[in-house]
């Protein structure tokens, strides 16, 4: 539609009429539009006029089913307004692909946009026009369950993947291309720092860390053509997202010049209520609307108030139209006035939904995302062994995570299956329910064990056990499992674990009596298939981790990219004692963000550097030859991280800046080259101005970032290059 005539529209439109389309309810409020509305529904307030009203609805999908709705809402709504369709299409649609934390491991953000170009796709012929994803916040505390929705504790490679992500989502033409949906990035912002790892809780980030570490990647998806924005639940500087005007008004529209729409998360704006900051719903909505919410998610403040506030002058009328605008627009991009029904269609959802060729996609990512934590040679498997495959997770479909609701674990193949598939024969028991003993089956999961020459142990926490409202303090295995691996332990035979979890564990006695580890993460539809393809070497693992992993639950947070302290260990080593450490546990994380083994080996050498200093518009070309020296081809992800030795504040140990994942052949070597330019070197300042300014920078290029070749190389600034 022109934008003049979408400027009429907003003209014609009652005050009720615009409220409403700032009004986003759930599915099951439209399963009967025309018959009155009763129940939990009415008591929450909502009226057969509000659903006619309302601008979009969450969670609805299925062409049939979307198609109904839209098509009653196009029927009952006087301007005949089209409906706007969104849910949480957070890894996958039907085909579920690893989850986020795991395709962060695959360092390939190519591969990332894949998977969101298939899950926009899927969701697209479903009837759904916006996703719910990605998610970038930074996450350092895997206690926090929702880890498992990021793609990790660095703010650079969460920024490549967040735009990865967009792209995917979204295409190059998102008003024509409709098998593309508009993609939501959230949650704004912070949500990751989230205190004790404890969901829902307050966040306090300086606004320099904010702006250094936080902030790039929802920048990055903004950057990338992001179509909306939803808050976070957490507070910002003492006030929630979802009432921020610093960062709702300030950073995101005026520094980021964002004209999309601004949502909030599912309940956030009547939050404002026990969060402390609003009296009542009346005063949520005000603060809300003022800050910049434009679409109430799930809660009745602005329908219940705003008609109130605009009369009595609280709010100016040109506020409400500006949010009423953003949801307006949204819908004029996606081309709903012309289609509402979009993407959606039967015949292309038969077709494509959970299609054989998205699932050789879910395939590779799964065999891309999986990290081999520890090999002492026994991986691959030789499968003409006598195998046992034991554990909770050892014939279990549940390898989709905790944001798979349209996943089904029943249609997902077991490990068993797969083995089974392949023609290797191996002996399952469970050995014990995920958190609970059962003598029975630890009974049979010795005998079968004792029968074998090898033990696949597959362990894990449920998918419950990660996720939203799914914070752990013990970060352990359960301790069934953790006992099943001790009974089985004494029989002297290896073991090889596989690990399906959400989050960093913390895995010392594992790690300490297994030969072999994979983190499988939750990989997926196509997850068993892909680890039986790892473990029998057909592919050879390459994934490499996002996040640390501790050593110990009291550690939190360890993550690589900390800053030094005035004391530091490493380099007082003569000091014993007062130096910044613990006195009963290491510092360094278990396994270190960037980490992950391989069936073969990769060795790096020959660092050069084209020159050792550089002002403003000079860049320094860096080569390293990178050569397989082992039997097997494989990836290897070469990693560059700097660090500004003195800054006017603390700089990081280590920054990553770049990396390259590149495949050899046996024997093979070839030469990466990086160039480093002045952009890399900003940073913010006290001012709050990002530049960079003059200084040694040290360089460091390795296969994860606590093992790298180091060298150094100047910086001088030039007066006037502030960002
Ligand atoms: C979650 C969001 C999600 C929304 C809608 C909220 O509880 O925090 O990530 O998109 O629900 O389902
Ligand atoms: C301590 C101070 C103490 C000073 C002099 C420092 O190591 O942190 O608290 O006053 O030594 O003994």
């Not at 949500?191 to 606004?207: F, I, K, P, Q, W």
């Not at 004494?490 to 297994?514: T, Y």
């Not at 050569?627 to 070469?638: F, P, Q, R, S």
């Not at 280590?654 to 994942?661: A, D, G, I, N």
């Amino acid at each position: 539609m022109e934008e003049s005539k979408l400027r009429e529209l907003l003209q014609t439109m009652s005050l009720n009429e615009k409220i409403g389309q700032l009004v986003q309810l759930a599915s099951d409020f439209y399963s009967d539009t025309n018959g009155a509305i009763t129940g939990p529904m009415a008591e929450m307030g909502v009226t057969d006029e509000l659903v006619t009203n309302s601008g979009s609805v969450l969670g609805a999908t299925g062409t049939r089913n979307v198609k109904k709705i839209i098509d009653s809402q196009l029927k009952n709504n006087r301007l005949h307004i089209p409906l706007l369709v969104m849910a949480d299409v957070i890894h996958g649609y039907k085909t579920i692909f690893p989850i986020p934390l795991a395709i962060g491991c695959t360092w390939n953000p190519g591969l990332a946009e894949k998977t969101a170009e298939i899950a926009a796709h899927e969701a697209a012929v479903s009837g759904i026009h916006v996703v719910f994803a990605p998610m970038v916040d930074l996450v350092r505390d895997p206690r926090w369950g929702r880890v498992m929705e990021s793609t990790g504790e660095d703010p650079y490679l969460n920024s490549v993947f967040a735009a990865a992500f967009v792209h995917g989502f979204q295409g190059d033409n998102l008003k024509d291309d409709l098998n593309r949906t508009a993609a939501c990035v959230k949650h704004f912002a912070g949500y990751g720092a989230v205190e004790g790892g404890r969901e829902y809780n307050t966040v306090d980030l300086s606004e320099l860390r904010m702006r250094q570490e936080y902030l790039p990647a929802y920048q990055a998806a903004v950057d990338a053509g992001c179509k909306v924005v939803m808050t976070s639940f957490n507070t910002v500087d003492g006030i929630p997202s979802s009432a921020n005007q610093w960062l709702l008004r300030k950073v995101l529209r005026e520094e980021w010049n964002f004209d999309g729409t601004v949502i909030s998360d599912w309940g956030a704006v009547r939050e404002l209520i026990p969060h402390g900051v609003a009296e009542n719903e009346k005063e949520a909505a005000r603060k809300a609307l003022i800050a910049g919410v434009d679409i109430e998610m799930m809660t009745l403040c602005y329908p219940n108030t705003l008609c109130q506030l605009i009369e009595s002058g609280e709010i100016k009328e040109s506020t409400l139209d500006q949010a009423v605008w953003n949801v307006l627009k949204l819908k004029n991009d996606l081309g709903l006035f012309e289609n509402p029904y979009r993407g959606a269609d039967e015949a292309q959802e038969q077709k494509f939904v959970y299609c054989h060729a998205h699932r050789e996609w879910a395939r590779r990512a799964a065999e891309e995302s999986c990290v081999l934590l520890k090999n002492n040679g026994i991986l691959p498997i030789n499968s003409s062994k006598k195998l046992a495959l034991i554990g909770p997770f050892a014939d279990h479909g549940d390898l989709l995570g905790a944001w798979s609701w349209q996943g089904d674990p029943k249609r997902t193949e077991t490990l068993t299956e797969v083995f089974s598939a392949e023609g290797i024969n191996v002996l399952t028991a469970k050995g014990c329910e995920i958190a609970e003993s059962k003598s029975k089956l630890l009974r049979e999961a010795i005998q079968k064990a004792e029968e074998s020459e090898l033990i696949l142990l597959a362990l894990g926490e449920s998918s419950e056990m990660s996720g939203e409202a799914a914070s752990r303090t013990k970060i352990t295995l359960p301790e069934c499992q953790l006992e099943l691996l001790r009974l089985l332990k004494p029989l002297n035979k290896p073991i090889v674990i596989i690990l399906f979890n959400g989050r960093p564990l913390e895995l010392s006695e594992v790690i300490d009596d297994a030969d072999a580890v994979l983190e499988a993460w939750y990989p997926g539809s196509e997850g068993a298939r892909a680890i039986v393809r790892l473990l029998t070497g057909k592919v050879n693992p390459s994934g490499k981790l996002t996040m640390s992993f501790p050593q110990s639950v009291g550690q939190i947070p360890v993550y690589y990219n900390a800053n030094n302290t005035g004391r530091p260990e490493s380099e007082n080593k003569d000091e014993k004692k007062y130096v910044s450490k613990y006195i009963d546990c290491a510092n360094d994380a278990r396994f270190p963000f960037g980490f992950g083994l391989s069936y073969t080996s990769f060795e790096i050498n020959n660092l050069r550097m084209s020159k050792k200093s550089i002002t403003v518009n000079e860049e320094i070309r860096v080569s390293i030859d990178v050569k397989n020296t082992g039997d097997a081809a494989g990836a290897e992800v070469v990693q560059l991280y700097i660090r500004d030795i003195a800054g006017d504040v603390v700089r990081p140990l280590k920054e990553l800046k770049s990396f390259r994942k590149i495949y050899l052949q046996p024997g093979e070597q070839q030469t990466v080259a990086f160039q480093i330019t002045e952009r890399m070197l900003r940073y913010w300042h006290p001012d709050l101005r990002f530049k960079s300014d003059t200084g040694t920078f040290n360089l460091m290029i390795g296969q994860d970032s606590a093992h790298t070749l180091n060298d150094s190389f100047y910086f001088r600034a030039t007066g006037g290059m502030d960002a």
